[in-house]
């Protein structure tokens, strides 16, 4: 066919400025990532422990060594308590201020993504890539929490793009970019990193990328060297400082218990990351097999390919080795599924066909279908018996996801394949938007642990009782109480803070009420009772708020060993 021709200059669409792009991402993802922050209370167990611990350390003037509750944090490096200490510096030490790196880390990825998925698949795909990632559950979900995971990601997507240019060409200043990268990316989460860059790079290397070309230009001599200036001092003075209780804790307890134990109750069954994912990266996780299946067939043809199938595939095998498993583990690994997922749209387009010619891909269009339509209507019928003030962002919730889903498959059924991925993820960014700005913020009331630590405070000041945390000890309860709550599970450690305070306040739950009464020799004076819900555990609590003191024939107590446990 004869090309054709061109039009004349003055009817020729004018070229958009570089800078629309990355100008209208970064907006999206920062309206996404801090919407409804300032009005959440930190839900997850890891994000008021995380606050807490800045908190601590503001306090203290002291940025070297986190403490949680008072007693040393060991746990997680420093790097993700620096980045919240700046935030809170500028908005203080609220939600907004504690979740804000994580929303800047969300964003930065999606740049990135945006910037290597040009490279990889053109301008177009590129950008969709990013818009995938972008509005995706898990990226938005992730991105708005006060924890190390987004900061992670963004670290190990600027190595993955530091890589990819090391195998296009050899340069010093990308090297040292990668490295620098890596160093903070360990400072974020320890050896964590690494383990998923080598995960990703065997399988790549087997299938057929430069990663030995790769591996020559990264320079090793210079990048440990880097290491050692940026990453491994704060290393080693924890080491010496805590006298090797620090390698007790970050590795044996957190890193090696992890991989041989459920650490939490986070097990799971096997299969677990491809499960969650199916919900959590809706609907782009539809795509993915599909494109795992092609892009395995043309591995050797196109080595992009292989590594964006190394780099989905390395880290699941990895990830389903670990015992423990949360599904925010697997977050490094979703800007490949994105990529792969727009390599799918732009290839079907470009066929001018529609995914019902491939088994996978009907197979996508009817999960797309069932997934989305049967979400946005459970959500709007669960409005019905919802709790106050939840049923009406719930019906709106429930209406963008199902009536953009069905535009979307409307779109994909007629063949428009990047309309119907622009429907999609209007859908899935309209629902994250609102969940994040009005559902969140208006079922805030219901979260049990800020109601216990924010009475318990109010209690303190008016009864001059000190407050403590027995079977019930979520960190929610010591961030909204605002300094340390004295801790025990130990019968012996209960009566000598009980003889030495006389009584305290404490929370206990309607079935530990009559076993800690018989077996501890203790009495409860009920103040009042606190309803509503815990997120560690997914359910409905309800608690009694009470005096605890000794009972006055306390020889039931006295017989119970000093250190048995209140909590089996």
């Known amino acids: 066919m004869e090309p054709e021709a061109s039009p004349p200059a003055a009817l020729a669409p004018k070229a958009r400025p570089a800078w629309i792009e990355p100008l209208a991402l970064a907006s999206l993802c920062l309206a996404l990532y801090l919407a409804g922050n300032g009005r959440t209370g930190l839900w997850d167990r890891d994000e008021p422990r995380n606050a807490v611990a800045v908190h601590e350390m503001r306090a203290r003037g002291d940025w070297l060594f986190p403490t949680f509750n008072g007693e040393p944090r060991h746990h997680k490096p420093i790097l993700t308590y620096w980045l919240m200490g700046l935030a809170t510096a500028v908005l203080g030490e609220g939600p907004a ?336 938007l609102l969940i994040g700005g009005w559902l969140l913020p208006a079922a805030e009331p219901l979260r049990v642990s800020r109601i216990v630590g924010e009475r318990m405070a109010e209690l303190r000041a008016r009864t001059g009782l000190d407050p403590l945390l027995m079977g019930y000890q979520e960190p929610g309860v010591i961030y909204a109480f605002g300094s340390p709550i004295a801790l025990t599970r130990e019968a012996g450690e209960l009566r000598r803070r009980l003889e030495k305070c006389g009584a305290m306040i404490t929370a206990v739950t309607p079935a530990e009420w009559p076993v800690f009464e018989k077996k501890f020799g203790v009495t409860f004076e009920k103040i009042e009772d606190v309803v509503g819900f815990n997120p560690a555990k997914g359910k409905s609590t309800t608690l009694h708020l009470a005096v605890i003191r000794s009972a006055p024939d306390a020889s039931t107590a006295r017989a119970s060993s000093g250190e048995e446990p209140l909590v089996k």
């Open 97 to 432: 201020g504690m979740r804000l790196h994580s929303a800047l880390a969300g964003t930065g990825t999606c740049l990135l993504v945006w910037g290597l998925g040009r490279r990889m698949l053109g301008a177009r795909a590129g950008f969709l890539a990013a818009l995938m990632l972008a509005v995706s559950p898990i990226m938005v979900a992730e991105s708005k929490m006060a924890t190390t995971d987004a900061t992670l990601s963004f670290w190990l997507m600027g190595c993955q793009l530091c890589l990819y240019e090391l195998a296009r060409r050899e340069s010093r200043p990308i090297a040292v970019a990668f490295w620098v990268a890596l160093s903070l990316a360990m400072l974020t989460k320890g050896p964590v990193a690494p383990a998923l860059l080598a995960a990703i790079a065997l399988p790549a290397w087997w299938w057929g990328c430069p990663v030995a070309t790769v591996w020559r230009r990264l320079e090793w001599r210079r990048g440990l060297l880097i290491c050692s200036i940026l990453a491994a001092p704060w290393f080693v003075l924890m080491i010496g400082a805590t006298r090797g209780e620090f390698l007790e804790v970050a590795v044996k307890q957190q890193l090696l218990q992890r991989v041989s134990s459920e650490m939490e109750e986070h097990g799971a069954y096997p299969g677990y990351y491809a499960a969650m994912s199916t919900v959590l990266f809706f609907p782009w996780s539809c795509l993915v097999p599909m494109g795992i299946v092609a892009a395995w067939k043309r591995r050797k043809v196109d080595p992009n390919l292989a590594y964006l199938t190394a780099w989905i595939v390395g880290p699941f095998i990895l990830l389903e080795c670990v015992r423990t498993k949360l599904i925010h583990y697997y977050l490094p690994a979703y800007p490949a599924c994105a990529l792969l997922a727009a390599w799918v749209v732009k290839s079907v387009a470009r066929q001018e066909v529609t995914l019902r010619r491939w088994t996978l891909g009907r197979l996508a269009q009817g999960m797309i279908a069932g997934i989305g339509v049967a979400a946005g209507v459970g959500m709007a019928a669960s409005a019905v018996a919802a709790p106050s003030g939840l049923g009406l962002p719930l019906v709106a919730c429930g209406l963008v996801l199902g009536l953009g889903t069905a535009a979307g498959l409307l779109h994909l059924h007629r063949g428009q394949t990047w309309a119907g991925a622009r429907w999609l993820a209007g859908a899935s960014g309209g629902m994250m």
